[in-house]
C-alpha cells in the first residue's frame, strides 16, 4: 500500500510539475514579448489610439481612420465607392453600417458578435497583466513556418475567446493569431499574420501591417493619448 501510495504522489507531483513548468514557459515567453514591443510600463499609460490607415483587397485600397479609448469604445471608419462604413464597440453594446453587407444605416449587432469584439476594447496589448484581466494563457508547443520557429501559446480571455499566438523564438514577437469565429452562424478559422513591426515616438513597438483572408492591413499613421470624443461611440 504504501508504495502504492509513493507511486501515486510520485504520479501526482509530476504532473503538478509540469503543469508548473508549463506555466513558467509560457510567463517566460510572454514576458520576453512585452519587453520586446517597449515594456509594461509603457504599454499601461496607453489611454487611447487614433489610427490612419488602409486596406487593400484584390487591388482596390480603401482609407480607414480607428479611434479608441481603452475599456470605453473603439470606433473604425471607412469610405468605398462613396458609401460609408462604420464599426462601434462598446462593452454594453456595438453598432455596424455597411451597404455591401444589407447595412446601409447604423445597426445595432448581435449579442454573440459583440461577446466576440469585446476584447477589442482593450488597447494595453491582450498579453500585458493577461492574469489581472481575467485570461488565462497555455504554452502549447513549438511549431515552424518558413524556416522560422515559433512558440505557441493558447490564450482565453475573459469573455471567453479563445486565441493561439504564434511567438518568434529569435525575435520573441507575435507573427501570427489562429482563432475560430462565427459569422451568419458558422464557424469559420481566422489567421492573421502580425507584420512590419515599427517604435514609434511614444516608445512602444507595434506590427504597421497585418494580412487576413487576402486583405492587407497597413496602419501609416499611429497617435497615443490623443484627445477622442466619447460621443463617437454612440450608436
Known amino acids: 500500500?504504501?508504495?502504492?501510495?509513493?507511486?501515486?504522489?510520485?504520479?501526482?507531483?509530476?504532473?503538478?510539475?509540469?503543469?508548473?513548468?508549463?506555466?513558467?514557459?509560457?510567463?517566460?515567453?510572454?514576458?520576453?514579448?512585452?519587453?520586446?514591443?517597449?515594456?509594461?510600463?509603457?504599454?499601461?499609460?496607453?489611454?487611447?489610439?487614433?489610427?490612419?490607415?488602409?486596406?487593400?483587397?484584390?487591388g482596390i485600397k480603401i482609407n480607414f481612420t480607428q479611434q479608441a479609448i481603452h475599456g470605453t469604445g473603439v470606433r473604425v471608419d471607412a469610405e468605398f465607392q462613396g458609401q460609408k462604413i462604420i464599426d462601434i464597440t462598446t462593452p454594453t453594446m456595438g453598432w455596424s453600417q455597411n451597404p455591401f453587407g444589407g447595412k446601409s444605416t447604423l445597426q445595432p449587432i448581435s449579442g454573440e458578435e459583440l461577446q466576440q469584439k469585446l476584447d477589442e476594447l482593450?488597447?494595453?496589448?491582450?498579453?500585458?497583466?493577461?492574469?489581472?484581466?481575467?485570461?488565462?494563457?497555455?504554452?502549447?508547443?513549438?511549431?515552424?513556418?518558413?524556416?522560422?520557429?515559433?512558440?505557441?501559446?493558447?490564450?482565453?480571455?475573459?469573455?471567453?475567446?479563445?486565441?493561439?499566438?504564434?511567438?518568434?523564438?529569435?525575435?520573441?514577437?507575435?507573427?501570427?493569431?489562429?482563432?475560430?469565429?462565427?459569422?451568419?452562424?458558422?464557424e469559420m478559422k481566422m489567421v492573421t499574420k502580425l507584420l512590419d513591426y515599427k517604435t514609434i515616438p511614444f516608445g512602444i513597438k507595434i506590427p504597421h501591417k497585418s494580412e487576413q483572408m487576402g486583405q492587407v492591413l497597413v496602419m501609416d499613421v499611429i497617435q497615443i493619448n490623443a484627445t477622442i470624443d466619447e460621443n463617437i461611440f454612440k450608436g
Open 1 to 58: 500500500m504504501k508504495k502504492i501510495l509513493l507511486s501515486v504522489s510520485l504520479i501526482l507531483s509530476f504532473v503538478f510539475l509540469s503543469a508548473q513548468l508549463n506555466a513558467q514557459t509560457a510567463d517566460e515567453i510572454i514576458g520576453k514579448y512585452i519587453t520586446a514591443i517597449g515594456g509594461k510600463d509603457k504599454w499601461s499609460q496607453v489611454k487611447s489610439m487614433k489610427v490612419n490607415g488602409y486596406i487593400e483587397v484584390q
Open 122 to 186: 482593450d488597447i494595453q496589448d491582450e498579453f500585458v497583466d493577461y492574469a489581472t484581466k481575467g485570461s488565462t494563457v497555455e504554452f502549447i508547443g513549438k511549431d515552424e513556418e518558413d524556416g522560422n520557429e515559433f512558440y505557441k501559446i493558447k490564450m482565453i480571455t475573459k469573455n471567453k475567446n479563445e486565441s493561439v499566438y504564434f511567438f518568434d523564438v529569435n525575435t520573441s514577437l507575435i507573427y501570427k493569431e489562429e482563432k475560430t469565429v462565427k459569422q451568419q452562424g458558422q
